[in-house]
């Protein structure tokens, strides 16, 4: 009400400070219904739609902000969701990393064990081989001693002899 008695006020000193006023005669009375008669006018072919068109605006702002919304409480749940599953994964990386290390171990300790048998089994194989190899050469000196000693005794020494130079070169 107060913004319509301002209104009035402005309209009227613009009406009185006209050179009309100073004649004597003001058409203010005319002026002033034919601007509330003018205003009137507009405001009933366009108030309506441009009531409309504000409160069409005004709702389709208020659908894409209900969107925006939405979509962004969804994003929010797919970061929760994100955050959940990257957490898993650490977890789970933590997990396979102390499982991996535990079998690590194991198999290493394995390695170390059946390295430690093949090489007592190596070292078993080479004394074996090592009596053999030293009996096979024992029996080679012993079987050439003989076999010259026979030679020899069949020429000269009798079957004393002979058993007394085997012992010798036995021993």
């Known amino acids: 009400m107060s913004r319509i008695l301002v209104l009035l ?9 006209s050179e009309a006023g100073h004649e004597g005669g003001t058409d203010i009375v005319q002026r002033t219904v034919n601007f509330l008669l003018f205003a009137g006018l507009i405001w009933y072919l366009v108030g309506e739609p441009v009531k409309n068109f ?19 409480d969804e994003s929010i749940n797919l970061k929760k969701e994100a ?3 990257i957490s898993k994964a650490e977890k789970f990386a933590e997990e396979l990393a102390v499982s991996s290390k535990k079998e ?10 059946q390295c430690d048998s093949e090489l007592d089994a190596m070292i078993k194989q ?11 050469m024992v029996r080679d000196v012993v079987e050439t001693i003989i076999t010259e000693t026979l030679d020899k005794s069949s020429e000269i020494f009798d079957r004393e002899a002979m058993a007394n130079v085997i012992l010798k070169k036995v021993a």
């Open 54 to 72: 504000f409160s069409g605006r005004s709702q389709g702002i208020a659908d894409e902000l209900k969107k925006v919304q939405e979509k962004l």
């Open 83 to 85: 955050l959940s599953e």
């Open 104 to 113: 690590n171990k194991i198999l290493n300790d394995n390695i170390m064990l």
């Open 126 to 136: 080479h004394a074996s081989k090592k009596d053999f190899e030293q009996r096979n």
């Open 9 to 17: 006020l402005m309209i009227s000193t613009f009406a009185l400070a």
